[in-house]
């Protein structure tokens, strides 16, 4: 069984920065890619960033491209998203998925999520 360790969510104002740091235990994923998703209250689940196992390549969501940076420490199985110039418009749960069968931006395509991290943007 997989359980993740979610750290970096909270309360900001807009024009902040966060970083989210999402890390599994039970098994590794450093062979796998991983990605970030979000889901705000009444909307559905959104794509947010991808990361291919070595790092490379990464995707973005357009709402957050510029903005947000993926990226993951493989020896220290961690998955992390850089979050700058934060908007209200991106508050939301934020959740990592990992082992990707499918397309990137596809949340189905992802066999294991974690329970995620509450980010909340105040204008």
């Known amino acids: 069984q997989v359980t993740w360790v979610e750290s970096g969510g909270g309360l900001v104002q807009a024009g902040d920065s966060l970083r989210l740091s999402c890390a599994p235990s039970?098994?590794?994923?450093?062979?796998?890619?991983m990605a970030w998703f979000r889901q705000a209250p009444g909307k559905e689940r959104e794509f947010v960033a991808y990361s291919h196992w070595v790092g490379s390549p990464t995707y973005y969501g357009d709402p957050v491209k510029g903005r947000f940076t993926i990226s993951r420490d493989n020896a220290k199985h961690t998955l992390y998203l850089q979050m700058n110039n934060l908007k209200p418009e991106d508050t939301a749960v934020y959740y990592c998925a990992a082992h990707l069968n499918g397309y990137y931006s596809n949340g189905n395509a992802y066999t294991y999520w974690s329970q995620g991290t509450q980010v909340t943007v105040s204008s």
């Open positions: 039970g098994r590794t994923f450093s062979s796998d890619s």
